[in-house]
């Protein structure tokens, strides 16, 4: 296997509990928000090519969690790698983040675009060519104009592909969605705005949810195991580092953009 994929052992199964599959013959590739880090996406898909070219697996699965957008400074570039640069052979999943939600409101009521901007609304607007003014910044009606400009500059396949993100996927005893899940919902019950946005309530809880949920949205250092949830947001746009689950039969392994060679050991989950 290769050097810059390590082995999570454990984890997901208590006592006397068969360990959580992956369907059989199928290879899935969960990743974290990317946050218009196109550099760090384009190096994590080779690595994602490669290893599925190794595995002897059937059928690649890639699953993306959401928040493609903001922060970072090429949110444009990444919709489109998204759209035209992952693999043909692969089936491919694009799930709804809170921040492609915001993007899409600004889109149809510039009011949000204050709140927005606080959290990266202002990288994407440049990414699409709208230049920021910051004097106007506080400005109603410069957010209006912006708006304008954006809805002149974005490539209409831009706008169908945030329009038809799909909001959860599943995959044998793996549920994959941005942020989580409403402790104690069944999963077929579950709404968006938990799905998008939920943290606290769902992160301390320790019950079995049915599934594990494999998630984004809040980020850490390294990858966040434990029996209920697999947490995949590192931080790509301050850490440098985009991370990937990878789901095998009963193997769970990692893929990131810093380990290259060096393999990184996530021990016995709590």
């Known amino acids: 296997m290769a050097g810059f994929l390590s082995r999570i052992f454990g984890g ?25 880090r196109l550099d760090l996406l384009k190096v994590l898909v080779e690595r994602i090519n490669a290893d599925f070219s190794a595995s002897g697996a059937r059928q690649q699965v890639i699953i993306c969690v959401g928040d493609y957008v903001d922060r970072g400074l090429n949110s444009r570039g990444v919709i489109d790698f998204l759209i035209d640069g992952m693999p043909k052979a692969a089936e491919c999943r694009f799930l ?3 921040h492609e939600e915001a993007f899409l409101q600004f889109m149809d009521d510039p009011a949000i675009g204050p709140r927005w901007k606080d959290f990266g609304g202002l990288e994407t607007l440049h ?18 104009e912006a708006r304008e400009e954006l809805n002149r500059n974005i490539p209409p396949r831009h706008l169908a592909f945030l329009r038809n993100l799909e909001m959860t996927a599943e995959y044998g005893d793996y549920y994959f969605v941005h942020a989580g899940i409403r402790p104690g919902v069944k999963l077929n019950r579950q709404i968006g705005v938990d799905q998008l946005w939920i943290r606290d309530e769902f992160l301390s809880d320790r019950r079995d949810h049915g599934k594990i949920i494999v998630h984004g949205h809040t ?18 746009y301050l850490t440098n580092n ?29």
């Open 12 to 36: 997901g199964a208590g006592a006397g509990k068969a360990a959580p599959h992956a369907p059989e013959g199928m290879r899935i590739y969960a990743i974290g928000d990317i946050h218009g």
């Open 96 to 98: 709804m983040g809170n």
């Open 127 to 144: 990414s699409y060519g709208v230049e920021i003014a910051s004097n106007a910044l506080k400005d109603a009606r410069w957010f209006a």
């Open 219 to 236: 980020p850490v250092m390294e990858v966040d195991l434990q029996p209920n949830r697999i947490g995949i947001d590192t931080g790509a």
């Open 242 to 270: 985009l991370s990937a689950l990878v789901l095998d039969g009963a193997f769970r392994g990692l893929l990131d953009t810093k380990s290259h060679n060096r393999p990184l050991d996530l021990g016995m989950a709590a």
